[in-house]
Structures are given as structure tokens and as C-alpha cells.
């Protein structure tokens, strides 16, 4: 179970999360949200992320440009797509970058929904729809996974949290490959509490051995 972890603007909170075990970092580059990365880090900073955890930039139906430059300028490993971003936009990007494909889920019909993306992404993320492109701390129903064709491997987001990883973990959904986390790791906006994200990453490890 890879995890991710999302939403990070405060440098030396940066700085100690890159050295714990986690797979996948996050920078937020949606100016509304507010966890907007914002220059948490200079790009030189960025650059020195260790390689074993990818970097992923999130935007939310931002310019081909813009993503682009960001990905150049941070040597970003993925883009997180996460507003209404077309089949023919994330076509257009997939020679640059890697891409993960977030699906809003509302019910069963947003993984349907899904399908057109499959062929030009590497990965889906599926997070609770919400007014404000995510950030809603809850869980969709999680259930509706083991009925949905999901063909592309993908990540569970939105309200994900100590209590509820196991049940994440046990689900046995083909191609569940890793949980993003975010507010329910958090002491403000921007700033996560890393004991927590260190006991799920040991509950991840134990499980593992068992």
C-alpha cells in the first residue's frame, strides 16, 4: 500500500517528512485552496527531494503552460489532475509528464465516468466530490469500489485517516494500489503532523510482515 501524502507548504514540516517512508509527495498549485504550495520551498529545494519519493504537482484546470513550466522548473514526476481537465488536455500532456487522474465520486456512475481516462493516465485517484475540488476531510463510500471495473491501478483519497486505513487496506479491490493522505494528518492547513503519518506508516509495515 504506496502513500502519498498531500498538501504540504511549510518548508522545515518539508523537510522532516522526506524522512520518513513515504512514497509520494504532494504540492498543491491551486491558488485557491489553502494549502496552496506557494514557494513552500525554493525550486532548488524542491530539486533535492530525495528520488525515492515522487513528487507530484496537483492543479485544478490550470494551462497546458503553466503545468508544463511547473513540472520543468521542480522536476515534478506527476501531474495530479484534479478539475475538469478533458480526455484531449491530458493527451496532449501524458508525453511530457506522468499523470494521475483524479475522479470526483459522487456514486457508482463516477467510476463509468472514469473509463474514458484510462488510456491517458498512469494512474487514477478517486476522492469525495465536493464544490471546492476536494478538501471535504470525508470518505466516499468506499463499498462502491468492489462493484466498479477499474482497470488502471489508483489511489483511495478524501477523508482517509488512521481509523479507517485497515478497512482501506482489507477492502481486496484489484488494482488498489496506495491511500492519499491529507486533513486527517494535519495540525493547520499546509503543515502535517508527522507522528501520525509515522504510526501509519508502521501499521502499513506490519501488515505487511503479517
Known amino acids: 500500500m504506496l502513500i502519498k501524502v498531500c498538501g504540504l507548504n511549510n518548508r522545515e514540516n518539508i523537510f522532516e517528512l522526506c ?3 513515504i512514497d509520494f509527495i504532494g504540492f498543491i498549485f491551486y491558488r485557491n ?13 524542491v ?3 530525495p528520488k525515492s519519493i515522487k513528487k507530484v504537482g496537483v492543479f485544478v484546470n490550470e494551462t497546458f503552460y503553466n503545468v508544463l513550466n511547473a513540472v520543468a522548473h ?3 514526476d506527476f501531474v495530479q489532475l484534479h478539475g475538469e481537465e478533458s480526455v484531449s488536455y491530458c493527451r496532449e500532456l501524458l508525453p511530457y509528464v506522468k499523470i ?3 475522479i470526483s465520486v459522487k456514486d457508482e456512475t463516477s467510476f463509468k465516468f472514469a473509463h474514458q481516462f484510462s488510456e ?3 494512474y487514477f485517484l478517486f476522492d469525495t466530490a465536493t464544490v471546492n475540488y476536494g ?3 470525508k470518505p466516499f463510500n468506499w463499498e462502491h469500489l468492489k462493484d466498479a471495473e477499474i482497470n488502471k491501478p489508483f489511489f483511495i483519497s478524501g477523508g482517509v485517516s488512521l481509523g479507517n486505513f485497515q478497512k482501506a487496506k482489507n477492502l481486496g479491490v484489484k488494482n488498489l494500489i496506495g491511500i492519499d493522505i491529507n486533513s486527517k494528518f494535519e495540525i493547520v492547513p499546509g503543515t502535517k503532523d508527522l507522528k501520525k503519518i509515522n504510526l501509519i506508516i508502521i501499521e502499513k509495515h506490519a501488515n505487511t510482515i503479517n
Open 135 to 137: 478538501g471535504s476531510g
Open 74 to 76: 521542480y522536476d515534478l
Open 33 to 45: 485552496s489553502p494549502r496552496y504550495f506557494n514557494n513552500g520551498l525554493t525550486i532548488e529545494e
Open 100 to 102: 494521475i487522474k483524479t
Open 47 to 49: 530539486r533535492q527531494i
Open 19 to 21: 524522512k520518513l517512508n
Open 120 to 122: 491517458i493516465c498512469n
